[in-house]
Protein backbone atom coordinates (compact mmCIF):
# COMPACT_ATOMS: atom_id res chain seq x y z
CA UNK A 1 0.00 0.00 0.00
CA UNK A 2 2.72 1.92 1.25
CA UNK A 3 4.89 1.69 -2.73
CA UNK A 4 1.58 2.58 -4.39
CA UNK A 5 0.89 5.81 -2.56
CA UNK A 6 4.75 7.06 -3.14
CA UNK A 7 3.70 5.72 -6.89
CA UNK A 8 0.93 8.17 -6.78
CA UNK A 9 3.04 11.14 -5.21
CA UNK A 10 6.01 10.40 -7.88
CA UNK A 11 3.34 10.33 -11.02
CA UNK A 12 1.77 13.39 -9.85
CA UNK A 13 5.25 14.97 -9.36
CA UNK A 14 5.79 14.25 -12.72
CA UNK A 15 3.08 15.33 -14.19
CA UNK A 16 3.31 18.89 -12.76
CA UNK A 17 7.12 19.02 -14.01
CA UNK A 18 5.86 17.94 -17.09
CA UNK A 19 2.80 20.35 -17.21
CA UNK A 20 5.01 23.36 -16.45
CA UNK A 21 7.24 22.49 -19.11
CA UNK A 22 4.11 22.24 -21.24
CA UNK A 23 3.79 26.08 -20.39
CA UNK A 24 6.91 26.75 -21.07
CA UNK A 25 6.79 25.42 -24.79
CA UNK A 26 3.47 27.22 -24.82
CA UNK A 27 5.04 30.28 -24.09
CA UNK A 28 7.61 30.14 -26.32
CA UNK A 29 4.95 28.83 -29.37
CA UNK A 30 3.14 32.19 -28.34
CA UNK A 31 6.26 34.47 -28.74
CA UNK A 32 6.96 33.42 -32.27
CA UNK A 33 3.34 33.57 -33.00
CA UNK A 34 3.37 37.12 -31.78
CA UNK A 35 0.47 36.39 -28.79
CA UNK A 36 2.96 37.97 -26.33
CA UNK A 37 0.43 39.00 -23.62
CA UNK A 38 -0.54 35.39 -23.34
CA UNK A 39 2.93 34.33 -23.56
CA UNK A 40 4.69 36.34 -20.97
CA UNK A 41 1.32 35.36 -18.82
CA UNK A 42 2.51 31.82 -19.25
CA UNK A 43 6.41 32.39 -18.94
CA UNK A 44 5.96 34.24 -15.66
CA UNK A 45 4.05 31.38 -14.38
CA UNK A 46 6.57 28.88 -15.54
CA UNK A 47 9.33 31.24 -13.19
CA UNK A 48 7.77 30.40 -9.99
CA UNK A 49 7.82 26.98 -10.09
CA UNK A 50 10.60 25.34 -8.09
CA UNK A 51 11.86 23.15 -11.58
CA UNK A 52 11.50 25.67 -14.41
CA UNK A 53 11.83 28.58 -12.64
CA UNK A 54 15.30 27.27 -12.03
CA UNK A 55 16.18 26.68 -15.44
CA UNK A 56 17.85 29.75 -17.43
CA UNK A 57 15.85 28.28 -20.41
CA UNK A 58 12.64 29.88 -18.86
CA UNK A 59 14.43 33.74 -17.79
CA UNK A 60 15.79 33.22 -21.71
CA UNK A 61 12.55 32.85 -23.30
CA UNK A 62 10.82 35.66 -20.93
CA UNK A 63 14.07 38.12 -21.90
CA UNK A 64 13.23 37.18 -25.56
CA UNK A 65 9.07 38.07 -25.09
CA UNK A 66 9.68 41.22 -23.08
CA UNK A 67 11.93 41.81 -25.89
CA UNK A 68 9.62 41.36 -28.74
CA UNK A 69 7.25 43.35 -26.73
CA UNK A 70 9.82 46.34 -25.96
CA UNK A 71 10.64 46.35 -30.11
CA UNK A 72 6.57 46.46 -31.02
CA UNK A 73 5.98 49.08 -28.81
CA UNK A 74 6.28 52.30 -31.02
CA UNK A 75 5.14 55.25 -28.81
CA UNK A 76 8.82 55.35 -27.05
CA UNK A 77 7.79 56.67 -23.77
CA UNK A 78 9.23 56.02 -20.61
CA UNK A 79 6.81 53.04 -20.36
CA UNK A 80 8.42 51.95 -23.13
CA UNK A 81 11.34 51.86 -21.83
CA UNK A 82 10.30 50.14 -18.80
CA UNK A 83 9.71 47.06 -21.25
CA UNK A 84 13.33 47.29 -22.38
CA UNK A 85 14.72 47.15 -18.61
CA UNK A 86 12.69 44.73 -17.67
CA UNK A 87 14.05 42.37 -20.56
CA UNK A 88 17.81 43.25 -19.57
CA UNK A 89 16.99 42.33 -16.25
CA UNK A 90 15.83 39.18 -17.08
CA UNK A 91 18.81 38.45 -19.87
CA UNK A 92 21.33 38.76 -17.03
CA UNK A 93 19.33 36.65 -14.89
CA UNK A 94 19.31 33.96 -17.50
CA UNK A 95 23.38 34.56 -17.77
CA UNK A 96 23.96 34.19 -14.18
CA UNK A 97 21.84 31.15 -13.94
CA UNK A 98 23.48 29.57 -17.08
CA UNK A 99 27.49 30.14 -15.37
CA UNK A 100 28.14 33.44 -16.87
CA UNK A 101 29.90 31.91 -19.86
CA UNK A 102 29.15 33.25 -23.17
CA UNK A 103 30.52 30.63 -25.01
CA UNK A 104 28.14 27.88 -23.48
CA UNK A 105 24.77 26.73 -23.90
CA UNK A 106 22.29 29.73 -22.69
CA UNK A 107 24.69 31.84 -21.63
CA UNK A 108 25.78 31.73 -25.59
CA UNK A 109 22.31 32.64 -26.95
CA UNK A 110 21.90 35.23 -24.21
CA UNK A 111 24.94 37.31 -26.24
CA UNK A 112 24.02 35.51 -29.63
CA UNK A 113 25.23 38.38 -32.47
CA UNK A 114 22.64 40.13 -33.97
CA UNK A 115 21.84 40.23 -37.34
CA UNK A 116 20.09 43.30 -38.05
CA UNK A 117 18.63 43.78 -41.47
CA UNK A 118 17.64 40.32 -41.80
CA UNK A 119 13.95 39.32 -41.56
CA UNK A 120 12.40 39.29 -37.88
CA UNK A 121 12.36 35.52 -37.19
CA UNK A 122 15.93 35.32 -38.64
CA UNK A 123 17.58 37.35 -35.70
CA UNK A 124 18.52 35.97 -32.71
CA UNK A 125 16.31 37.84 -30.05
CA UNK A 126 19.62 37.94 -28.48
CA UNK A 127 20.98 40.64 -25.43
CA UNK A 128 22.64 42.50 -28.51
CA UNK A 129 19.13 42.45 -30.29
CA UNK A 130 18.17 44.61 -27.56
CA UNK A 131 20.81 46.67 -27.94
CA UNK A 132 20.05 47.51 -31.37
CA UNK A 133 16.87 48.08 -30.53
CA UNK A 134 17.11 50.62 -28.01
CA UNK A 135 19.98 52.41 -30.34
CA UNK A 136 17.52 52.77 -33.11
CA UNK A 137 14.96 53.83 -30.70
CA UNK A 138 17.25 56.56 -29.52
CA UNK A 139 17.59 57.58 -32.96
CA UNK A 140 14.07 57.56 -33.60
CA UNK A 141 13.37 60.14 -30.56
CA UNK A 142 16.65 62.09 -31.44
CA UNK A 143 14.88 62.87 -34.93
CA UNK A 144 12.09 64.17 -33.58
CA UNK A 145 13.72 66.12 -30.67
CA UNK A 146 12.52 63.78 -28.25
CA UNK A 147 16.45 64.40 -26.59
CA UNK A 148 15.14 63.14 -22.95
CA UNK A 149 13.63 59.86 -24.23
CA UNK A 150 16.90 59.93 -26.61
CA UNK A 151 19.05 59.77 -24.26
CA UNK A 152 16.91 57.40 -22.01
CA UNK A 153 17.24 54.54 -24.90
CA UNK A 154 20.98 55.39 -25.66
CA UNK A 155 22.25 54.86 -21.78
CA UNK A 156 19.76 51.56 -21.64
CA UNK A 157 21.87 50.27 -24.49
CA UNK A 158 24.84 51.65 -22.95
CA UNK A 159 24.37 49.29 -20.13
CA UNK A 160 24.59 46.34 -22.72
CA UNK A 161 27.46 47.07 -24.08
CA UNK A 162 30.11 49.41 -22.32
CA UNK A 163 32.62 49.03 -25.38
CA UNK A 164 30.53 51.16 -27.49
CA UNK A 165 32.19 54.84 -28.30
CA UNK A 166 29.03 56.09 -30.24
CA UNK A 167 26.18 54.79 -27.88
CA UNK A 168 28.45 56.61 -25.01
CA UNK A 169 29.62 59.59 -26.54
CA UNK A 170 25.72 60.35 -27.89
CA UNK A 171 24.22 59.35 -24.52
CA UNK A 172 27.36 61.57 -22.73
CA UNK A 173 26.63 64.47 -25.08
CA UNK A 174 22.38 64.30 -24.54
CA UNK A 175 23.13 64.14 -21.11
CA UNK A 176 25.21 66.81 -20.34
CA UNK A 177 22.77 69.06 -22.99
CA UNK A 178 19.91 68.24 -20.69
CA UNK A 179 21.79 68.95 -17.24
CA UNK A 180 22.07 65.29 -16.37
CA UNK A 181 25.83 66.16 -15.69
CA UNK A 182 26.17 63.50 -13.21
CA UNK A 183 24.94 60.79 -16.23
CA UNK A 184 27.36 62.25 -18.34
CA UNK A 185 30.34 62.38 -16.14
CA UNK A 186 29.38 58.16 -16.09
CA UNK A 187 29.79 57.92 -19.75
CA UNK A 188 32.69 59.89 -20.59
CA UNK A 189 34.71 58.54 -17.91
CA UNK A 190 33.56 55.22 -19.68
CA UNK A 191 35.35 56.82 -22.82
CA UNK A 192 38.28 57.17 -21.15
CA UNK A 193 38.53 53.38 -20.45
CA UNK A 194 38.58 52.55 -24.31
CA UNK A 195 42.15 52.51 -25.33
CA UNK A 196 41.92 52.92 -29.02
CA UNK A 197 39.02 56.27 -28.26
CA UNK A 198 40.40 59.13 -29.45
CA UNK A 199 39.55 61.18 -26.11
CA UNK A 200 40.03 65.02 -27.00
CA UNK A 201 36.41 66.33 -26.86
CA UNK A 202 35.77 63.63 -23.91
CA UNK A 203 38.43 65.28 -21.85
CA UNK A 204 37.09 68.49 -23.13
CA UNK A 205 33.22 68.04 -22.21
CA UNK A 206 34.79 66.48 -18.27
CA UNK A 207 36.61 69.48 -17.49
CA UNK A 208 33.86 72.15 -18.39
CA UNK A 209 31.80 69.74 -15.74
CA UNK A 210 34.26 69.57 -13.39
CA UNK A 211 35.04 73.19 -13.51
CA UNK A 212 31.81 74.48 -14.59
CA UNK A 213 28.95 73.05 -13.50
CA UNK A 214 30.66 71.06 -10.30
CA UNK A 215 32.36 73.85 -9.24
CA UNK A 216 35.71 71.34 -8.72
CA UNK A 217 38.78 73.10 -10.06
CA UNK A 218 40.60 70.53 -8.66
CA UNK A 219 39.07 67.67 -9.85
CA UNK A 220 38.85 69.01 -13.23
CA UNK A 221 42.86 69.81 -13.14
CA UNK A 222 43.40 66.61 -12.50
CA UNK A 223 41.41 65.39 -16.13
CA UNK A 224 43.66 68.41 -17.60
CA UNK A 225 46.69 66.67 -16.14
CA UNK A 226 45.74 62.85 -17.58
CA UNK A 227 44.78 64.59 -21.13
CA UNK A 228 47.94 66.69 -21.45
CA UNK A 229 49.87 63.29 -21.14
CA UNK A 230 48.00 61.62 -23.74
CA UNK A 231 48.37 65.05 -25.91
CA UNK A 232 50.93 67.29 -24.78
CA UNK A 233 50.54 69.45 -27.72
CA UNK A 234 46.69 70.31 -27.56
CA UNK A 235 46.12 74.31 -27.74
CA UNK A 236 42.89 73.83 -26.38
CA UNK A 237 44.03 71.69 -23.45
CA UNK A 238 47.13 74.14 -22.95
CA UNK A 239 44.47 77.19 -22.23
CA UNK A 240 42.44 74.81 -20.23
CA UNK A 241 45.31 74.18 -17.94
CA UNK A 242 46.55 77.84 -17.55
CA UNK A 243 42.76 78.83 -16.69
CA UNK A 244 42.38 76.19 -14.17
CA UNK A 245 45.97 77.67 -12.56
CA UNK A 246 44.52 80.54 -12.60
CA UNK A 247 41.24 79.22 -10.73
CA UNK A 248 43.43 77.42 -8.12
CA UNK A 249 45.83 80.82 -7.30
CA UNK A 250 48.84 79.06 -8.70
CA UNK A 251 49.88 81.91 -10.05
CA UNK A 252 53.82 80.90 -10.49
CA UNK A 253 53.08 77.43 -12.64
CA UNK A 254 50.49 79.48 -14.67
CA UNK A 255 52.99 81.61 -15.96
CA UNK A 256 55.20 79.16 -16.81
CA UNK A 257 52.49 77.37 -18.71
CA UNK A 258 51.54 80.53 -20.51
CA UNK A 259 54.93 81.18 -21.67
CA UNK A 260 55.63 77.39 -23.08
CA UNK A 261 52.11 77.88 -24.34
CA UNK A 262 53.00 81.02 -26.36
CA UNK A 263 56.50 79.98 -27.50
CA UNK A 264 54.26 77.23 -29.44
CA UNK A 265 51.81 79.60 -30.44
CA UNK A 266 52.33 83.48 -30.18
CA UNK A 267 49.41 84.44 -31.27
CA UNK A 268 46.97 82.72 -29.55
CA UNK A 269 44.41 85.73 -28.08
CA UNK A 270 43.27 83.88 -24.97
CA UNK A 271 46.69 83.35 -23.75
CA UNK A 272 48.01 87.07 -24.42
CA UNK A 273 44.81 87.78 -22.55
CA UNK A 274 45.97 85.08 -19.49
CA UNK A 275 49.48 86.78 -19.68
CA UNK A 276 48.38 90.32 -19.39
CA UNK A 277 46.09 88.96 -16.56
CA UNK A 278 49.25 87.73 -14.75
CA UNK A 279 51.58 90.29 -15.48
CA UNK A 280 48.84 92.68 -13.97
CA UNK A 281 48.77 91.18 -10.96
CA UNK A 282 51.89 90.97 -10.31
CA UNK A 283 52.67 94.45 -10.77
CA UNK A 284 53.71 94.53 -14.60
CA UNK A 285 51.47 96.93 -15.66
CA UNK A 286 53.33 97.81 -19.15
CA UNK A 287 54.13 94.19 -19.63
CA UNK A 288 50.24 93.60 -19.24
CA UNK A 289 49.16 96.64 -21.52
CA UNK A 290 51.54 95.19 -24.16
CA UNK A 291 49.99 92.26 -24.33
CA UNK A 292 46.91 92.98 -24.51
CA UNK A 293 47.46 94.90 -27.23
CA UNK A 294 49.13 92.71 -29.17
CA UNK A 295 45.93 90.46 -28.94
CA UNK A 296 44.17 92.90 -30.42
CA UNK A 297 46.31 93.28 -33.31
CA UNK A 298 46.37 89.83 -33.79
CA UNK A 299 42.60 90.12 -33.68
CA UNK A 300 40.99 93.40 -33.88
CA UNK A 301 37.83 92.00 -33.50
CA UNK A 302 38.90 90.58 -29.81
CA UNK A 303 36.14 91.77 -27.16
CA UNK A 304 38.30 90.87 -24.11
CA UNK A 305 41.76 92.38 -25.71
CA UNK A 306 39.76 95.50 -26.27
CA UNK A 307 37.99 95.81 -23.29
CA UNK A 308 41.28 94.94 -21.10
CA UNK A 309 43.79 97.17 -23.00
CA UNK A 310 40.90 100.25 -22.31
CA UNK A 311 40.64 99.40 -18.92
CA UNK A 312 43.88 99.40 -17.95
CA UNK A 313 44.77 103.06 -19.70
CA UNK A 314 42.36 103.96 -17.67
CA UNK A 315 43.83 102.71 -14.59
CA UNK A 316 46.84 104.16 -15.62
CA UNK A 317 45.14 107.85 -15.79
CA UNK A 318 43.91 107.25 -12.70
CA UNK A 319 47.05 106.29 -10.97
CA UNK A 320 48.63 109.62 -12.38
CA UNK A 321 45.65 112.04 -11.59
CA UNK A 322 45.89 110.19 -7.62
CA UNK A 323 49.45 110.36 -7.38
CA UNK A 324 48.97 114.20 -8.38
CA UNK A 325 46.35 115.18 -5.95
CA UNK A 326 49.13 114.06 -3.30
CA UNK A 327 51.04 116.48 -3.75
CA UNK A 328 52.16 119.03 -2.01
CA UNK A 329 50.59 122.53 -3.69
CA UNK A 330 54.53 123.44 -4.65
CA UNK A 331 54.99 119.91 -6.56
CA UNK A 332 51.57 120.27 -8.00
CA UNK A 333 52.11 123.37 -9.48
CA UNK A 334 55.47 122.09 -10.51
CA UNK A 335 54.22 118.85 -12.34
CA UNK A 336 49.91 118.84 -12.74
CA UNK A 337 50.58 120.54 -16.33
CA UNK A 338 53.07 117.75 -17.24
CA UNK A 339 51.13 114.79 -15.80
CA UNK A 340 47.57 116.25 -16.73
CA UNK A 341 48.60 116.03 -20.46
CA UNK A 342 50.19 112.03 -19.22
CA UNK A 343 47.15 111.41 -18.16
CA UNK A 344 45.03 112.58 -20.76
CA UNK A 345 47.05 110.89 -23.00
CA UNK A 346 45.76 107.26 -21.71
CA UNK A 347 42.71 108.30 -21.64
CA UNK A 348 42.38 109.30 -25.46
CA UNK A 349 44.43 106.08 -26.63
CA UNK A 350 41.81 104.00 -24.03
CA UNK A 351 38.99 106.20 -26.30
CA UNK A 352 39.91 103.79 -29.45
CA UNK A 353 39.81 100.47 -27.53
CA UNK A 354 36.78 101.22 -25.84
CA UNK A 355 34.87 102.78 -29.16
CA UNK A 356 35.85 99.17 -30.30
CA UNK A 357 34.41 96.84 -27.45
CA UNK A 358 31.33 99.23 -28.37
CA UNK A 359 31.08 98.35 -31.63
CA UNK A 360 31.35 94.52 -30.84
CA UNK A 361 28.42 95.06 -27.86
CA UNK A 362 26.40 97.80 -29.42
CA UNK A 363 23.98 97.86 -26.81
CA UNK A 364 26.33 97.91 -23.58
CA UNK A 365 25.47 100.26 -21.62
CA UNK A 366 28.32 100.30 -19.18
CA UNK A 367 31.03 101.00 -22.35
CA UNK A 368 28.37 104.08 -23.21
CA UNK A 369 29.01 105.38 -19.87
CA UNK A 370 32.52 104.66 -19.73
CA UNK A 371 33.02 106.97 -23.11
CA UNK A 372 30.87 109.94 -21.64
CA UNK A 373 33.17 110.38 -18.63
CA UNK A 374 36.21 110.11 -20.76
CA UNK A 375 34.73 112.33 -23.31
CA UNK A 376 33.74 114.68 -20.46
CA UNK A 377 37.56 114.81 -19.15
CA UNK A 378 38.65 115.26 -22.12
CA UNK A 379 36.51 118.74 -23.05
CA UNK A 380 35.20 116.93 -26.01
CA UNK A 381 31.49 117.89 -25.61
CA UNK A 382 29.93 117.13 -29.28
CA UNK A 383 31.35 113.45 -28.18
CA UNK A 384 29.84 113.44 -24.61
CA UNK A 385 27.06 114.55 -25.32
CA UNK A 386 26.64 111.93 -28.40
CA UNK A 387 26.76 109.00 -25.44
CA UNK A 388 24.85 111.03 -23.15
CA UNK A 389 22.30 111.14 -25.68
CA UNK A 390 21.94 107.39 -26.44
CA UNK A 391 22.10 106.75 -22.58
CA UNK A 392 19.14 109.08 -22.15
CA UNK A 393 17.20 106.89 -24.50
CA UNK A 394 18.53 103.10 -23.15
CA UNK A 395 18.38 103.97 -19.79
CA UNK A 396 16.31 107.43 -19.21
CA UNK A 397 17.07 110.87 -18.52
CA UNK A 398 18.45 109.66 -14.89
CA UNK A 399 20.91 107.82 -15.97
CA UNK A 400 24.17 109.57 -13.96
CA UNK A 401 22.07 108.50 -10.81
CA UNK A 402 22.38 104.72 -11.51
Do not use: C
Not at 53 to 59: A, L
Not at 130 to 151: G, R
Not at 357 to 382: C, F, V, W
Request: hydrophobic fraction near 35%; avoid cysteine.
Amino acid sequence: MKKLILSMVLVGATTIAFGQKKVVKSAEKNFKSGDLTTALSEINAATQDAETGSDPETYLIKAQIQLKMFGSDSSNTMETLEKGVASLASFNEAFEMAGGDKTDGVGEDVYAEDMTGVPDNLRPYSIMTLKNTSFDKAINQYNVDDYEMAYEFFNLAGEIDPTDTTIHYNAAYLANELGKYEEAKKHFNLLLEIPEYNKLNTYYFLVQILSGEDKNPEAAYDVIMAAREEYPSDKILAEYEIQLLLQLNKMDEAMAQIKEALANDPNNTSILLRSGYLKEQSGDVDGALADYKKSVEVDPNFYEGNYYAGALLLEKSREILAELNSLSDDEWEKRSKQMGEEANQHYAEAVTYFEKSLELKPEDTDIMGILYQIHTRLKNEAEAEKYNNKLVELLGPNWQDN
